[in-house]
């Protein structure tokens, strides 16, 4: 499989390729970046520059997990076939995966238990586990287990968004009846009304918690239908038949990505310079679903589209992550603490540790992805994707 789709790549939408390796490696720096921003152990004399760069980077890379859902609707927006087909086609492959390495990060901690490892080894691998992880014992992996069909748990924090892409794959063969017959205007309309939504995250916190009859006994206000990552996949779709040159995406691009680069970036160290602050307010302005991180995420997509790669090899290899991205989302989480350990022991500059781990943990990951279709072959779509 992993042949042929080397054999093949120069069949791929290159620019799609290099969108995903763009989507992949921000993914893997940004949780490089969590042990900047959830610092554990004693505190170190340099922690105001580690918070810094954690900042800096954290607002950099929040574009990651919207160009992953623009992707898919690029590539999966208007659905062909029946949607039964689509979903025996798309969700077995991702169920699956899901399911194992689930289990496999619930049962770390007690692994470690059983090799003689200090409980603190958790939290280098992952930072925010809680003080449950760490021990050890294997009636909590066993209990975050058993809560895999319901949510995800500190240890697989990443897995949050497979639970939101099996839902769009539910979603998407709903959406592209509607997609497929709308104009370019109604899909504007549809963008409009959603970049609305964007701004209801802030409207929320700091003047109201209700909006356009959403109450105590109602959640469903009147946008609440345009709201959510169904924006990403439309605006996905829109924006690869959007042909604009280089020199207007820069023009309009540019600003548009510093405007909200210094949006999510000084709100960010606003909240974590206040004395107390409660984990949504944490959040707020690194929302996925804020005008912000939609005007940072917009630009990429389109200056990436530019994108002309005329290397055969490079191409093959861009082919070959397209095959193992998915194993990569999987897998990386295990290797981007240890990472930025490894940056911190050889006495990598603080500026430069979070991109340098993110080389190695996305390095790694993909290594073993690569090895486990060699070994596997076919049947490692159901480990890896």
């Known amino acids: 499989m992993e042949n042929k789709a080397i054999l093949n790549a120069n069949k791929h939408i290159v620019w799609l390729d290099v969108m995903r390796f763009v989507a992949m490696f921000t993914v893997v720096c940004c949780h490089c970046a969590d042990p900047f921003n959830f610092f554990t152990g004693e505190l170190p004399a340099n922690i105001g520059e580690i918070k810094f760069w954690g900042a800096a980077y954290g607002a950099f890379l929040r574009p990651c997990v919207p160009l992953f859902v623009m992707i898919t609707g690029a590539l999966l927006l208007p659905v062909k076939g029946e949607a039964s ?62 809560e895999i069909p319901f949510n995800f748990s500190l240890l697989d924090v990443h897995m949050w968004y497979i639970y939101l892409l099996i839902g769009l794959y539910l979603y998407l063969p709903i959406f592209s009846a509607w ?13 409009a009304a959603w970049g609305v939504t964007t701004l209801l995250p802030y409207y929320n916190e700091y003047v109201s918690q209700y909006l356009w009859g959403t109450c105590s006994w109602n959640s469903f206000g009147m946008l609440y239908y345009f709201a959510g990552f169904n924006g990403y996949l439309l605006l996905g779709h829109y924006l690869r038949k959007l042909e604009w040159p280089v020199g207007k995406i820069l023009a309009i691009g540019v600003p548009m990505f510093l405007i909200g680069y210094a949006v999510t970036f000084t709100g960010f160290r606003h909240v974590t310079s206040l004395p107390e602050y409660s984990d949504e307010l944490l959040e707020l302005f690194f929302t996925y679903n804020s005008l912000n991180v939609v005007m940072m995420t917009a630009p990429i997509f389109m200056l990436v589209k530019k994108v002309n790669i005329q290397s055969v090899t490079i191409q093959k290899a861009l082919a070959n992550l397209t095959l193992c991205g998915f194993g990569i989302y999987m897998v990386h989480f295990f290797f981007t603490g240890p990472s930025v350990i490894l940056m911190r022991t050889i006495g990598i500059p603080v500026c430069l540790q979070i991109p340098l781990a993110a080389v190695v943990a996305f390095s790694v990951s993909w290594a073993i992805v690569y090895m486990i279709y060699k070994v596997v072959g076919r049947k490692a779509k159901y480990i890896v994707g």
């Open 85 to 146: 087909v689509f979903y025996k086609k798309r969700i077995p492959r991702v169920l699956w995966p899901f399911l194992i390495w689930s289990v496999l990060y619930n049962l770390f901690p007690w692994i470690t238990g059983l090799l003689g490892l200090s409980p603190e080894v958790i939290l280098d691998f992952f930072p925010y586990s809680g003080e449950e992880a760490t021990h050890q014992a294997l009636s909590v992996s066993l209990k975050n287990i058993a």
């Open 179 to 191: 997609v497929e017959k709308a104009s370019d205007k109604a899909k504007l309309w549809f963008l």
